[in-house]
């Protein structure tokens, strides 16, 4: 069974810079398209930056655009968001989500990190 681990969340002043890890375990995990999400409190969950598996192809809400960076390792089976230029609206619990079967649906979550910018 697959499981997806983020970490890295934490608090920042606006401005500031954090990187989000997601660890897969299990060798399969290297052919799932990854992508990150986040969910601000009363809002529901939202797209923000997208993976092909092989790390070559990548895509991201407007709102992040410029400012995030999403790569991938297949030799550590783990998927990073570089989050740059924070704002306080991107205060949310980020989700690390997989893709299984290439449908663009993603069908795996882990947990969520807590990111908090201060003004």
């Known amino acids: 069974q697959v499981q997806l681990v983020e970490s890295g969340g934490g608090l920042v002043q606006t401005g500031g810079s954090l990187r989000l890890s997601c660890a897969a375990s299990?060798?399969?995990?290297?052919?799932?398209?990854m992508g990150w999400f986040r969910q601000a409190p009363g809002k529901e969950r939202e797209f923000v930056a997208g993976?092909?598996?092989?790390?070559?192809?990548?895509n991201y809400a407007d709102s992040v655009k410029g400012r995030f960076t999403i790569s991938k390792d297949n030799t550590k089976n783990t998927v990073y968001l570089q989050m740059n230029s924070l704002k306080t609206e991107d205060t949310a619990v980020y989700y690390c989500?997989?893709?299984?079967?290439?449908?663009?649906?993603?069908?795996?979550w882990g947990q969520g990190t807590q990111v908090t910018v201060s003004s």
């Open positions: 299990g060798r399969t995990a290297r052919r799932y398209a």
């Open positions: 993976i092909s598996w092989t790390g070559e192809s990548a």
């Open positions: 989500g997989a893709d299984r079967l290439g449908r663009n649906e993603y069908d795996l």
